[in-house]
Nanobody, 115 residues
Framework: QVQLVESGGGLVQPGGSLRLSCAAS????????MSWYRQAPGKERELVAT????????NYADSMRGRFTISRDNAKNTVYLQMNNLKPEDTDVYYC????????WGQGTQVTVSS
């Protein structure tokens, strides 16, 4: 059974930082492209960042490039999202996704940026 469990969300002031984690189990983690998405109520889920399964190539949505960094530790079956200089508009539920032969999603973690 595949599980993706996000953690690290919370309340942070504008300009602050958070590090999200997504721990995967039940799959060959190193073979999967790992991504972070986010979604606000009533809006479509949008891609934040992706890291390929091989070669470690990363891609970012334009609004996050330079502020967010995706990384993975294949030994720990975990993907991370370091978020710096957070803005109120970054307030969303953040989800991780594993994409390979099949696609799997975590349950999400809430990030709230507010003073």
């Amino acid at each position: 059974q595949v599980q993706l469990v996000e953690s690290g969300g919370g309340l942070v002031q504008p300009g602050g930082s958070l590090r999200l984690s997504c721990a995967a189990s039940g799959l060959r983690f190193s073979s999967y492209t790992m991504s972070w998405y986010r979604q606000a109520p009533g809006k479509e889920r949008e891609l934040v960042a992706t890291e390929a399964s091989a070669g470690g190539r990363s891609n970012y949505a334009d609004s996050m490039r330079g502020r967010f960094t995706i990384s993975r530790d294949n030994a720990k079956n975990t993907v991370y999202l370091q978020m710096n200089n957070l803005k109120p508009e970054d307030t969303d539920v953040y989800y991780c996704r594993a994409a390979g032969w099949y696609s799997y999603w975590g349950q999400g973690t809430q990030v709230t940026v507010s003073s």
